[in-house]
């Protein structure tokens, strides 16, 4: 079935250029990032592609992950990584992640 | 369907994420000293991030506008853009920070360790050795390796106490820094002629370890110069820099320390004969300045060319008032210039170090001391073997002694200044 172009909104089209351009920094580092940090932008990344890829179907259940996942995941995911580091910087643990 | 309704929810709840993140982010930024700037980033984008769902959810409460969803939309382009590039780029470039400082941390231990060794350890050795070498009556050539040895190990001393107390101690005038050098020169090289010549103001302040570098200049050009040797010191001053050139009369700085001056450092192939020069050197670089070899017939120039505060563009650091200096440099002058004698002695009862006021109560040098039994060099009413009874007990010896010419003295030793080094203090009444 050909996809109408005209389903896709510019800015959200930006939203997936700049996930899958943000896509090469966090490949080329991620064995110097920890993971806790690469974690909120594979949410991040999945957003971004769920919010395109539901123009061209399964758009309710795709929706859904969107904000279920995407951008639940990524808030929880940030606020776990950013408490970890509060953890470590006031008690050193070895399982914190944060910069190494 | 029902799960739909949650969806506003699943937004709020992710924007609650990125709000909390955001304190803990702030929070995190204060408490941090190299990791500053990846939790700054991390903040920031977790405000954007709470912002773009906020609105996000704002929408499927009602707040519905085409403005509003382009704008939380870009800001989701934001965030994301942020997140790639400025959190994992500042995680990164953080974290290879934080492992140069900890490299640089590890360094600085094992020199320290290597220095204590060096100029403890070795030393102490090294006086034990020369002390049977010259009871024994040993080789003049032997003796005189020794003694070139130690006079090593006190360079290396002298270095650690000049890093130690460059940025305590005020900064001294160079006339009367050039002045003092020469006149340390002059003291060990009786036969030398060391002409001063000042061109400029005097007065021109200098970090104190400068005087260091001077001294050991002054003594290799006396060391390396003819038979009877001349050396010409000149300091001339400037609104940018002092320069100080130091010109002898002898047959020529080898080709391999010209190279040395120039490359910087020392390669296991290029490297100083001697730990004096490479000493000067470091100090002239590492106060901002530079030293040149010019070597002709008529003999060897060595120039330094130090900024003026301020002239390079640097920042000086702020020099405290009042402060004598790092705890070596106090203590080594207290034992060194004292009125009265110090000697070391280790449990054996063996001298590891003794002032020059020790040889002058004891009718030597002090350098010929090192090594030896106590006993040997006290006077004879002196009870030895009290003094080290009471030292092994961790007493306090206190006593008189005779001097040679019938002077009587006091001495007091106290047991384990250094673990395994007692102070023997001899004052003359």
């Known amino acids: 079935m050909p996809i109408d172009p005209s389903v896709f909104t510019p800015q959200e089209l930006v939203v997936l250029l700049v996930a899958v351009g943000g896509v090469v920094p966090v490949v080329v580092y991620r064995r110097k990032v920890s993971t806790w940090v690469l974690l909120p932008y594979a949410f991040l990344f999945l957003g971004a592609v769920l919010t395109n890829a539901e123009h061209i179907l399964w758009h309710e259940q795709l929706n859904y992950v969107e904000h279920s996942v995407g951008n639940m995941g990524a808030g929880l995911a940030m606020l776990v990584a950013a408490y970890l580091g509060r953890r470590r910087l006031g008690a050193p643990d070895d399982e914190n992640p944060g910069v190494e | 369907m029902w799960h739909h309704a949650l969806i506003p929810f699943y937004d709020l709840v992710g924007a609650l994420g990125f709000l909390v993140a955001a304190w803990y982010g702030l929070a995190n930024y204060r408490n941090s000293d190299v990791e500053r700037p990846f939790w700054f980033v991390f903040t920031l984008t977790s405000v954007n991030g709470a912002l773009w769902l906020g609105l996000v959810s704002a929408e499927w409460f009602g707040f519905r506008s085409v403005l509003l969803d382009q704008f939380s939309t870009s800001l989701q ?8 590039l400025g959190v994992v780029g500042a995680h990164v470039i953080v974290g290879e920070l934080g492992r140069s400082q900890f490299e640089v941390e590890k360094r600085a231990a094992l020199v320290s360790v290597l220095s204590r060794v060096l100029r403890h350890n070795i030393r102490n ?51 009367a820094g050039v002045r003092s050098a020469v006149d340390e020169a002059r003291s060990t090289n009786p036969d030398a002629s060391i002409e001063i010549r000042i061109d400029g103001d005097g007065a021109v302040p200098v970090a104190p ?9 002054v003594e290799n050009a006396v060391v390396h110069g003819d038979e009877s040797p001349h050396v010409v010191v000149t300091v001339s001053t400037t609104a940018d820099a002092v320069t100080l050139s130091v010109r002898d009369d002898g047959p020529g700085m080898p080709e391999h320390e010209q190279r040395l001056l120039s490359v910087g ?10 730990i004096g020069l490479w000493m000067a050197q470091w100090i002239v670089y590492t106060t901002g300045g530079r030293i040149d070899a010019r070597v002709t017939d008529a003999g060897t120039t060595l120039t330094v060319v130090l900024p003026r505060d301020g002239a390079d563009g640097r920042r000086r650091r702020e020099v405290p008032d009042g402060s004598v200096g790092a705890r070596g440099g106090r203590y080594h002058a207290i034992f060194e210039r004292g009125i ?10 063996l001298i590891l170090d003794a002032n020059e006021r020790a040889g002058e109560l004891l009718g030597a040098a002090s350098v010929d001391l ?14 030895v073997a009290e003094i080290r009874a009471e030292l092994r007990e961790g007493e306090v010896a206190r006593g008189k002694a005779t001097l040679s010419e019938g002077e009587t003295a006091s001495f007091s030793a106290v047991p384990d200044v250094v673990r395994g080094e007692h102070v023997l203090v001899l004052s003359d009444d």
Not at chain 2, 265 to 274: C, I, R
Request: aromatic content about 2%; charged content about 30%.
């Open chain 2, 77 to 84: 382009a934001v965030v994301i853009g942020l997140y790639a």
């Open chain 2, 125 to 175: 050795d090294i006086t034990l050795i020369r002390g049977y070498v010259a009871t024994d009556g040993g080789d003049d050539v032997v003796e005189r390796t020794i003694d070139d040895l130690l006079a090593t190990s006190e360079k290396a001393m002298k270095l650690e106490r000049t890093i130690d107390s460059n940025h305590d101690l005020r900064p001294i005038e160079v006339e």
């Open chain 2, 209 to 217: 370890s400068v005087q260091t570098a001077f001294t050991e200049l």
């Open chain 2, 265 to 274: 450092e020392e390669t296991p192939l290029l490297h100083s004969d001697g």
């Open chain 2, 340 to 349: 009265d004698a110090c000697i070391v002695i280790t449990d054996d009862g």
């Open chain 2, 370 to 383: 090192l090594g030896r039994p106590i006993e040997a060099v006290l006077p004879e009413d002196v009870d």
